[in-house]
């Protein structure tokens, strides 16, 4: 007996749902899309808002409001919108409501780069570059004779050890790249510059750098030296102030 009513239960709810299933197709072919919702994640950078992308879709004339849902090409949205830089990933989809739903996932900036032309642009932890971010964000900030070139190269093996260093992160002011790619750290604290040569070793140079603050600028005063060079294995050379 149970076993017949729950034969029964399936075989009614499947039915439910193919009369579901076509009702709303039917109502599908009918309905158009009354409203796009844009669901932004982007780690307060605030590159991207719902009225851009609105007004991108506008612009390619792709925008679904006011057209037929079986009409709406989902994957041409997806595809527009992760033309952008900033665009890290998007899902675009339809509701039974007749709306349009995009989420969009933002790259999230870990450093601030001014190039040799002075054209600001930012730098993800994957080194691809972002345009267009104009939240102030605390981030540390790269400029000189730098190139887009360089984003995935010297800019982000920069990025990534200031990122992951509290210490560095918070006395870095500023870093400049020379003509020959080499780094000139801008410290917070002190009334010098650090020339650090190319960026590699930065951890052993650093960490030589930071036992040399401890044991000698602390004794001897920060505003005794105008450069401190740490490019050489084993080495720290100062020059004196005039």
């Excluded at 919702?37 to 609105?54: H, K, M, P, Q």
């Excluded at 960026?199 to 004794?219: A, H």
């Amino acid at each position: 007996m149970f076993k017949k009513i729950l034969i029964y239960g399936v075989a009614i709810t499947a039915a439910c749902y193919i009369v579901f299933a076509l009702l709303f197709l039917t109502k599908e072919e009918e309905l158009l899309c009354k409203e796009v919702n844009s669901f932004i994640t982007d780690g307060g950078a605030g590159a991207l808002s719902e009225e851009r992308v609105a007004a991108l879709l506008t612009q390619k004339g792709i925008n679904p409001v006011n057209k037929p849902i079986k009409n709406i090409d989902c994957h041409e949205i997806e595809t527009t919108i992760k033309k952008l830089s900033v665009v890290k990933d998007c899902q675009a989809y339809k509701t039974h409501r007749g709306h349009i739903g995009i989420d969009i996932e933002c790259k999230i900036p870990i450093m601030q780069v001014f190039d040799i032309n002075g054209m600001e642009f930012y730098i993800d932890e994957k080194g691809d570059v972002i345009e267009g971010i104009h939240n102030a964000m605390y981030l540390p900030v790269a400029n000189g004779f730098i190139t887009t070139e360089m984003a995935n190269k010297e800019l982000l093996t920069m990025a990534r050890f200031l990122r992951d260093n509290r210490f560095w992160n918070e006395q870095t002011e500023q870093i400049f790249f020379n003509a020959k790619k080499e780094v000139i750290l801008i410290p917070r604290i002190g009334n010098h510059i650090v020339e650090i040569g190319k960026v590699e070793n930065l951890e052993k140079k650093l960490d030589k750098l930071r036992k040399f603050y401890n044991k000698g600028l602390n004794t001897i005063g920060w505003n005794k030296y105008k450069k401190i060079n740490i490019e050489f294995d084993k080495q720290v050379i100062c020059t004196k102030r005039d």
